[in-house]
């Protein structure tokens, strides 16, 4: 029997990067997705490949920086597949709401624009208060599990990143208080803190590296093990077993996977 089998997941941003490497390691667990973004050929996409290796699969498309389409994304998963295991609150978008992009380049504090602020907050820190709040009642009776994505940028205070330092930081704290007020409703509420490498991701990474160490060279900066993991490989096997009944005892807590990155100097 595969670790996932019958489980109902929610991943958002899941078009791509992170969001895609979770959803095809837990289809392939035995998991039915529930792969969501706001670009409907994306998820179409993901489903697609899901689906063509045997797995279990809806697309369903939500701009998570509005409340209502966040709800409906919940009551519509639960509409398909009859219940809802796990949330993954996995979606963030940089820039603004009238030119939102998928990475941010370093600002100073005092650079920083309020509207990214807003658009970085909302589409990070206030969907994943909403998406917790609209999946609740469907875990409150039997249990079930929320990963909430987080960041090292978030821990160590990435230079250039106020917005994205805040955004990820709120949403830790938030776990942490939602796993003391729901552990007694079986309810466990953790993080993972990636440090991976994507499309998307690149050069972002490249920026605060040059930004921070001079440097640029991901293949030798990015964390102790010289390299930037894969959202499939690295990623997927932590949320596999964070939504899976091995980690029920575990609640509260930060995975972090990222090469070491916090031991770097």
Same mark, same amino acid.
């Given at each position: 029997?595969?670790?996932?089998?019958?489980?109902?997941?929610?991943?958002?941003?899941?078009?791509?990067?992170?969001?895609?490497?979770?959803?095809?390691? =837990?289809?392939?667990?035995?998991?039915?997705? @529930? +792969?969501?973004?706001?670009?409907?050929? !994306?998820?179409?996409? +993901?489903?697609?490949?899901?689906?063509?290796?045997?797995?279990?699969?809806?697309? @369903?498309?939500?701009?998570?920086?509005?409340?209502?389409?966040?709800?409906?994304?919940?009551?519509?998963?639960?509409?398909?597949?009859?219940?809802?295991?796990?949330?993954?609150?996995?979606?963030?978008?940089?820039?603004?709401?009238?030119?939102?992009?998928?990475?941010?380049?370093?600002?100073?504090?005092?650079? =920083?624009?309020?509207?990214? $602020?807003?658009?970085?907050?909302?589409?990070?820190? $206030?969907?994943? @208060?909403?998406?917790?709040?609209?999946?609740?009642?469907?875990?409150?009776?039997?249990?079930?599990?929320?990963?909430?994505?987080?960041?090292?940028? &978030?821990?160590?205070?990435?230079?250039?990143?106020?917005? %994205?330092?805040?955004?990820?930081?709120?949403?830790?704290?938030?776990?942490?208080?939602?796993?003391?007020? $729901?552990?007694?409703?079986?309810?466990? @509420?953790?993080?993972?803190?990636?440090?991976?490498?994507?499309?998307? !991701?690149?050069?972002?990474?490249?920026? %605060?590296?040059?930004?921070?160490? &001079?440097?640029?060279?991901?293949?030798?900066?990015?964390?102790?093990?010289?390299?930037?993991?894969?959202? %499939?490989?690295?990623?997927?096997?932590?949320?596999? /077993?964070?939504?899976? !009944?091995?980690?029920?005892?575990?609640?509260?807590?930060? /995975?972090?996977?990222?090469?070491?990155? %916090?031991?770097?100097?």
């Amino acid at each position: 029997m595969a670790k996932l089998e019958n489980k109902v997941v929610i991943v958002t941003g899941a078009g791509r990067g992170i969001g895609r490497g979770m959803c095809l390691a =837990l289809a392939e667990e035995g998991a039915k997705v @529930v +792969v969501s973004s706001r670009t409907a050929s !994306s998820i179409e996409k +993901v489903v697609k490949e899901i689906r063509s290796k045997g797995g279990i699969a809806e697309a @369903v498309v939500c701009d998570v920086s509005q409340k209502e389409q966040v709800d409906a994304m919940i009551e519509r998963s639960a509409e398909l597949f009859g219940k809802i295991d796990v949330l993954i609150n996995n979606a963030q978008s940089f820039g603004t709401e009238k030119d939102p992009m998928t990475f941010s380049l370093p600002k100073s504090f005092e650079d =920083l624009p309020l509207d990214e $602020w807003e658009w970085t907050m909302r589409t990070g820190l $206030w969907s994943t @208060v909403w998406g917790m709040k609209a999946v609740f009642p469907y875990l409150k009776e039997n249990g079930g599990k929320i990963i909430n994505l987080a960041s090292p940028a &978030g821990v160590y205070a990435a230079q250039g990143a106020s917005a %994205y330092v805040a955004t990820k930081e709120g949403v830790r704290g938030l776990s942490k208080v939602a796993a003391r007020d $729901w552990g007694q409703y079986k309810i466990t @509420v953790n993080c993972i803190l990636p440090a991976i490498l994507t499309d998307n !991701s690149a050069g972002a990474y490249e920026a %605060y590296m040059a930004l921070q160490d &001079g440097d640029a060279d991901l293949e030798n900066t990015a964390n102790i093990l010289g390299y930037l993991g894969d959202p %499939y490989k690295d990623i997927g096997p932590v949320a596999v /077993f964070l939504c899976s !009944s091995d980690s029920d005892y575990m609640t509260g807590h930060d /995975f972090s996977v990222d090469g070491g990155y %916090y031991l770097r100097p």
